[in-house]
């Protein structure tokens, strides 16, 4: 298996722009999840998603953020304006929920510098 | 909101050295997980702890779950400069899937 796929790996933009973050989770898994790390606050957990439909949101930062997952192999997080402030690496996990403790499997991550 | 601290946040050994890494929490979690992360890559788990005041054990690194299932600790014996890494814990809240991660623990094993 390819493991989860994240695209792109780096992104570099400008103040004001949109970026989207894209996550292929790992064939079968039913939950995916999206992360944002920083050296300030760790890993946060921003949304998570299980059979497609989002469960908790409560960690996406404010109106700009926004996540979609249209189909069980594609989830996208988008930015839109962008602020120097998300600069991060955004990571997208996906787990198969069939008991109680679950193991998420991490993407390499893609490492965002808003300018 | 449940909070886990980790400590120490960093950590410089020389290879040979034994080692522990605590991660304390005031909420009870259903279950526990170690995750160790390399640089540009994400977490990978390590192990799930479930039942308070267990300890497993893999290959040199023991980990136990607190009584109360509030804590946790992470022991390393004999460190390698593979065991270089950043060090997260993770907790479950009980009928939760979501995961609150740990403040981390950055380790370096010098050889």
């Known amino acids: 298996d390819a493991g989860v796929i994240q695209s792109p790996r780096h992104e570099v933009t400008e103040m004001g722009q949109e970026v989207t973050l894209r996550c292929k989770p790992i064939s079968g898994h039913n939950s995916l999840f999206w992360y944002r790390q920083t050296m300030m606050r760790g890993l946060e957990l921003l949304i998570y998603?299980?059979?497609?439909?989002?469960?908790?949101d409560s960690g996406m930062p404010e109106d700009r953020f926004s996540a979609k997952m249209p189909n069980a192999s594609f989830s996208t997080l988008k930015i839109q304006p962008s602020e120097p402030r998300d600069s991060a690496v955004y990571f997208c996990a996906s787990t198969e929920t069939s008991g109680s403790f679950d193991e998420q499997f991490f993407g390499p991550g893609t490492r965002l510098t808003v300018l | 909101t449940q909070l886990l601290e980790q400590s120490p946040q960093f950590l410089s050994i020389q290879e040979g050295e034994n080692l522990t890494v605590y991660c304390n929490s005031s909420?009870?979690?259903?279950?526990l997980q170690w995750y160790r992360q390399e640089p540009g890559e994400g977490p990978v788990l390590l192990v799930t702890?479930?039942?308070?005041?267990e300890v497993k054990k893999l290959k040199r690194l023991t980990f136990q779950f607190g009584d109360a299932r509030k804590d946790s600790s992470l022991h390393i014996t004999a460190a390698q400069p593979g065991d270089t890494g950043l060090y997260l814990c993770?907790?479950?809240?009980?009928?939760?899937?979501?995961?609150?991660f740990g403040s981390g623990t950055r380790l370096q094993v010098q050889p």
């Open positions: 998603f299980n059979n497609n439909v989002p469960i908790d």
């Open positions: 909420s009870v979690f259903s279950s």
């Open positions: 702890v479930v039942t308070g005041g």
């Open positions: 993770a907790g479950a809240g009980t009928g939760r899937r979501a995961l609150t």
